[in-house]
């Protein structure tokens, strides 16, 4: 089974309009952390918001915050205001605590074009 | 420097030939992480090293690949009779300490292999 999923593999939204990534989980540890990172197009990845499994609250971080609703096992990102810099390709990622918290597994990731 | 550094960037070779892609983490980082990431596709674990010690080689895809951080900083990742199977983007990332959950990894502008 995958670890990661991501069902979007493309996904547009208009500038200035809110716009929901999805991303689910599967893992039997307790402890785990989950990760989005963004990549444009010149490829490097850029981190955007972490959270943690025990994390009560949802993570923000500016204009992202993550809906964090742990019995689905779903950890979306939310984008509010989107811009035309937000185009890009989006990865969910999780930290697993049973593998020694020493490697992220990636989902597939979602490609998100902002139109003016 | 600020940043996780590879060299090269780009690195195009003949199908049967060895290289070697380095990586240069950030300084005083302790951990350091290889990933591949072929096109359309989220990063692949491939090994993890703590200090020089290498502690986690898991996601190495067969015994062509290998990798090495003597000192504790640098690392080169080296594929011996490259095919073209082989061509990917080839990540470095490091973070601050190991075996913490949250503990947050930085991605380097990559390698991008071709084997022709």
């Known amino acids: 089974a995958q670890k990661i999923t991501q069902t979007q593999p493309g996904m547009f939204v208009q500038e200035k309009e809110a716009v929901t990534l999805d991303c689910t989980y599967d893992t039997s540890d307790q402890s785990y952390g989950l990760f989005w990172y963004k990549q444009p197009s010149s490829g490097e990845m850029i981190f955007l918001i972490y959270?943690?499994?025990?994390?009560?609250q949802n993570a923000t971080e500016g204009r992202y915050s993550l809906n964090f609703q742990k019995a689905r096992k779903s950890a979306n990102l939310v984008i509010s205001a989107s811009q035309l810099g937000d185009s890009a390709m989006y990865f969910c990622?999780?930290?697993?605590?049973?593998?020694?918290?020493?490697?992220?597994?990636f989902g597939a990731g979602t490609r998100l074009a902002v139109h003016p | 420097g600020a940043g996780v550094s590879q060299s090269p960037r780009y690195k195009v070779t003949k199908r049967g030939q060895d290289v070697a892609l380095r990586c240069d983490p950030i300084?005083?980082?302790?951990?350091l992480y290889w990933y591949r990431q072929a096109l359309g596709q989220g990063p692949e674990f491939l090994t993890y090293?703590?200090?020089?010690?290498?502690?986690?080689k898991s996601g190495l895809p067969n015994d062509r690949f290998s990798a090495e951080r003597p000192e504790g900083s640098i690392s080169t990742l080296t594929i011996q009779r490259t095919e073209q199977r082989d061509s990917a983007m080839y990540r470095c990332?490091?973070?601050?300490?190991?075996?913490?959950?949250?503990?947050?990894?930085?991605f380097g502008p990559g390698t991008r292999l071709t084997v022709l």
């Open positions: 990332a490091s973070s601050l300490s190991q075996g913490s959950v949250a503990d947050l990894q930085f």
């Open positions: 990622a999780m930290r697993e605590g049973s593998g020694g918290y020493n490697k992220l597994i």
């Open positions: 300084s005083g980082h302790v951990s």
């Open positions: 959270q943690g499994s025990y994390d009560e």
């Open positions: 090293f703590n200090y020089e010690a290498q502690q986690d």
